[in-house]
C-alpha cells in the first residue's frame, strides 16, 4: 500500500458576526481577536461617511488607535470605463499602514474596498476585518482578491479574513442591484462546481468533497429563499450573506477558488475584457451560470428562473451587453485560465456552438 503523505492547510475567519444594527459590535469582536490597539481603518468617500467614520469613532473611544485612509475614487469620464482598482490602491493602503504603523486593517466598503484590504493586508502580513457595506459578490469572505489591469480583471492569491462583521441594515441600504448580483455569484457555484467534478474525473485534479458539498449548499439555500430575495428587505440581505460567508468557508476548505469559480466566472472575466464597465461581477457570472449549466446537461432554468424572480439579468439586453460581445465572450472564456479545466475543454466553443447556446438558452 502507498504510503499516507497528504496534508492541507485551511485558514478560516475566526469571528463572524452578521445581523441587525451589529456595527457597535466591532469593538468586542477586535478586543477578543487581538491585543494590538493600532487599526487602519480602509475606506472610500462613500464608504467613510456610509460606516467608515462610525466604525472610527466606536473603536477609538474604546482604547484603539484609529488612522482612517480613504481609496482615491476612480476619475469617470464620460462613457470611459475605468480599471478600478488596481495595484496602485493596493499600494496606496500599504503606505497608509506602514506611515501608520497599523498592526491590523480593518476594510469598509463594498467588494473593491475589500479586496484592496485583503490584498494589502497580504502583503503587509498583518490579518484584516472584513466589515462590508454591500454585498455585490461573496468577496467579502473569500480568501482571493479580484482587481483590474490593462487586461480586464486579474484574480490574486489572498487571505480569508480573520473577523467578519457584516452588518445587515447597514448592506439594505445599498442599493438592490448589487444584493441581487450578489446572489447570482453565489448561485454561479453551482456551475462552478460541475466544472470542479470534471476536471477531477478527466484530469485528476484534486478533489474536496467538503468544500463542494458546502458551495453547493450555499447555492441551494439561496434558491429555496428566492422569494424573500427582493428590494427594501433586511431579511434578504440576512440569507444572501450567510450564503457569502458559507461559499468563502468552501474555498477555504478547498485551499483554492474552485467551489465558486468555474467556466461562468471565465466567461464573466472575458466580459470585462471584450465590454468592460457594462454589467457587475455577479450578474454576468449568473448569465454565465445558466449556460454552462447548460452545457453540463444539467438543471439551467432552474438558475434562469431564480435570478428572475431576484430581479438579476438573464439576457444580454439585461446585461447591457451586445450579443456578439457575449458570443466574443463565450469562445473565448478558456484562456483566462487555461490551467483550469471546465466544460468548455482546451479549445473552447466554435462560433456556432456559442451562437447556439446563448440562443437557446434565452441570452442572445
Ligand atoms: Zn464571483
Known sequence: MERFTKYKTMIFPREVIVGHNTTDQIKGMCRRITTSKNVLLVTDKNTKKISGDKIGKILSGSGFEVNITAIPSPMIKKDVPVAWPTMKEVNYVIKAASKAESDFLIGVGGGSVIDVTKL?????????????????HDGMASPRASLKDKTGSLSKIAVSPTGILADTSIISKAPYRMLASGCADVISN??????????????????????????????????????????????????AVKC??????????AGNTRPASGSEHMFSHMLDRVAPGKAL??????????????????????????????????????LKIPKKKIVEALMDAQNIRPERYTILGEQGLTQDAAKKLAKITGVI
Request: net charge negative; hydrophobic share 45%.
Open 120 to 136: 494589502a493586508s497580504y502583503e503587509l502580513s498583518k490579518f484584516y476585518i472584513s466589515a462590508p457595506t454591500s454585498a455585490a
Open 190 to 239: 453551482l456551475s462552478a462546481v460541475k466544472d470542479w467534478e470534471l476536471a477531477h474525473r478527466l484530469k485528476n485534479e484534486e478533489f474536496s468533497t467538503f468544500a463542494a458539498s458546502l458551495s453547493e449548499t450555499s447555492s441551494r439555500l439561496l434558491l429555496h429563499k428566492a422569494e424573500d430575495i427582493r428590494s427594501g428587505l433586511e431579511e434578504a440581505v440576512w440569507q
Open 244 to 253: 457569502m460567508i458559507v461559499s468563502g468557508v468552501a474555498m477555504s476548505v
Open 281 to 318: 461581477h455577479g450578474e454576468q457570472c449568473g448569465v454565465g451560470a445558466i449556460m454552462m449549466m447548460y452545457l453540463h446537461g444539467e438543471n439551467w432554468e432552474e438558475i434562469r428562473d431564480f435570478l428572475k424572480i431576484i430581479g438579476a439579468p438573464t439576457t444580454a439586453k439585461e
